[in-house]
């Protein structure tokens, strides 16, 4: 059953062009919510998806794949693109991944990537994982973030990381850095100095790896990992609507 709150959304705007969310990993469709709202007060059609294993129970999300995320990201495209002639997407963490993914494998418009994970800050501790034969049944318990200001409806999460879908976040993250300079779509990429997850070289390394050539790099000082509910959320709001109103000016 899925958790009050978590469900996927949309708002209906322009019939020319759309913005498809993709939410992070353990994460949910609410925390993409403020965004998909400035992004409609933007006159934009958006569509916030909600992966399979999340927003459900941490034991659900066990179960489900690297191949189960991409194909719902694939779903998300092909049902913005029967709503809007132009399909933008922006993904939060591993969203940000599906989302540079699917500019590989379908027309889009224009990417936003924010705070993704191709380099973790965790990776010094990865031989720690159980191997996956092993993981099933085991998970991590999420230390609580503190964001002030946001009320719990927009950051509706799990508290624990299945191990077991680690192997599968590395899964995406391989499978996305290895197709990098095969994005041609204009990019932006945010990503927060602070981060707690994603070491901030990885937005570094996009830049340099990716085929696009509109691509711009915008950092924050101030935010965690959750850019679009932290304390620069409004940065990250307006600079995306910008960078989707240039796009706007050449179609």
């Not at 990865?126 to 973030?145: C, Q, T």
Request: proline share 5%; with cysteine.
């Amino acid at each position: 059953m899925i958790l009050p709150g978590a469900e996927p959304f949309i708002y209906r705007g322009s019939e020319d062009k759309g913005v498809l969310l993709i939410h992070g990993f353990t994460g949910s469709p609410s925390e993409m919510r403020l965004y998909g709202m400035a992004l409609r007060d933007a006159g934009y059609t958006v569509l916030g998806i909600r992966l399979p294993g999340h927003g459900t129970s941490v034991e659900d999300m066990e179960h489900t794949t690297a191949d189960d995320w991409m194909r719902a990201a694939l779903d998300g495209y092909d049902m913005m693109s029967g709503l809007v002639r132009h399909v933008a997407v922006a993904g939060l963490s591993m969203g940000a991944l599906l989302s540079l993914w699917l500019a590989t494998v379908r027309p889009v418009w224009r990417v936003a990537s924010l705070a993704a994970p191709i380099m973790i800050r965790a990776e010094r501790d990865l031989h720690l994982l159980p191997p996956r034969a092993e993981a099933r049944g085991k998970f991590l318990p999420k230390a609580p973030k503190l964001l002030k200001g946001v009320p719990q409806e927009y950051r509706l999460c799990y508290d624990a990381i299945p191990l077991l879908s680690v192997h599968e976040l590395l899964e995406v993250i391989s499978r996305v850095k290895g197709v990098l300079g095969a994005v041609r779509s204009p990019l932006i990429v945010m990503q927060s100095e602070r981060d707690h997850t994603v070491n901030v070289e990885s937005a570094r390394y996009i830049m340099e790896h990716v085929g696009s050539s509109e691509k711009e790099l915008f950092f924050m000082r101030r935010s965690g990992h959750r850019i679009t509910i932290d304390i620069e959320r409004e940065d990250v709001f307006r600079k995306t609507i910008e960078f989707l109103n240039k796009g706007s000016d050449t179609l």
